[in-house]
């Protein structure tokens, strides 16, 4: 396995995480992920660990806070030997404050996550996703509270856009408060619109890019293809393709994959996690596994590395046309503002 820095601070984690969203499946959402239990989590964490995973990452949402609570189970009696990543502000019960970054109620879903986990710290402790309605400085005055208090060691954020996320590493730089050290975003081969302006503020402001679906919620799985459709039962039969790129260019991707995959013997999935690995900011990407056979296939995507010629071939079949005002800023002054380029 291997470790990287966590964005600016002094947490190495995984290139690779475990992801818990298959634990439970005990709503409509959740259940085509997965519907692990305590005994086969148990097992998942146990091979996850001896390939040298360090971090868990789960969420009170998932399955309506079963998740945590298996999680809790499943490594009693090992809490040292792993780093727990979950996240809050995703609505929680019915009530007004069941929802949001505010101090209501992020004190309340922090206390009841330690109470599902069974441990009195969250390692990376992120905000699921931004709050327009709560002042940033109420938020982060909170996390200050949540930190200096031991119940949070790093803080961290999902799915902000950049001026979210700038704003709050500026508001935190103004006040002494915790910054956010990673940014766990939506990123693979074929959503790559991360790349147009989260990438390059991750760059400048050292925040660590946590990956969630760098397969694309099964997508580049290796189970679907032009002339393949998706597996009954799975998550794109069930709940359908993501928004990403047009139908043919995300089958002429799979294409390049699969052609890559039989050059070096190598799994399309894994292909797929290890471009997603190569890429600028990127600490860690998060793989969930229904089954202890799909994840020690993903874990293996950290044992080779692609040429720059392969990393070309699907750099050059999943490229997009940026969205205004990237594609001008490219165009006019393209010396000046050229796209990242692989490499960490």
């Known amino acids: 396995m291997e470790y990287r820095a966590l964005g600016a601070s002094s947490l190495n984690v995984s290139a690779i995480s475990f992801g818990t969203a298959t634990f439970g499946g005990t709503t409509s959402f959740y259940k085509p992920w997965g519907e692990t239990d305590v005994a086969e989590a148990t097992r998942l964490i146990d091979v996850a660990l001896d390939a040298g995973v360090t971090m868990i990452d789960t969420a009170d949402v998932y399955s309506n806070g079963v998740a945590e609570e298996i999680l809790g189970k499943a490594i009693a009696g090992r809490r040292d030997r792993l780093l727990i990543s979950t996240k809050a502000s995703f609505r929680t019960g019915p009530g007004p404050d069941d929802i949001g970054s505010s101090r209501q109620h992020l004190i309340a879903a922090c206390n009841a ?40 060691r790093y803080v961290g954020c999902s799915n902000f856009s950049g001026w979210h996320l700038m704003k709050s590493l500026a508001l935190a730089d103004r006040h002494d408060w915790p910054r956010y050290v990673a940014h766990q975003a939506y990123y693979s081969l074929v959503a790559r619109d991360y790349e147009w302006e989260l990438m390059p503020l991750a760059i400048d402001q050292h925040v660590g890019t946590v990956v ?48 890559i995959a039989v050059e070096i013997d190598r799994s399309v999935s894994q292909v797929a996690l290890n471009w997603v690995l190569q890429r600028p900011t990127v600490s860690t990407l998060v793989i969930g596994a229904r089954n202890e056979a799909q994840l020690r296939d993903n874990l293996q995507a950290v044992e080779f590395q692609l040429s720059p010629e392969q990393m070309n071939r699907l750099d050059a079949a999943s490229e997009r046309q940026p969205v205004y005002p990237y594609w001008h800023q490219r165009t006019i002054f393209g010396e000046r503002n050229p796209p990242p380029v692989p490499g960490r």
């Open 113 to 152: 996550s330690l109470k599902r986990l069974g441990t009195d710290y969250i390692d990376l402790w992120q905000m699921h996703g931004f709050d327009s309605f709560t002042p940033i400085e109420e938020t982060l005055r909170a996390l200050d509270e949540l930190v200096k208090a031991g119940k949070v």
């Open 212 to 259: 969630w679906s760098p397969l694309s919620g099964g997508q580049l799985s290796g189970k679907m293809g032009r002339d393949q459709p998706p597996p009954d039962g799975s998550r794109v039969a069930t709940q359908g393709m993501r928004p990403g790129l047009p139908r043919d260019q995300f089958y002429d991707v799979v294409d390049v994959l699969r052609s």
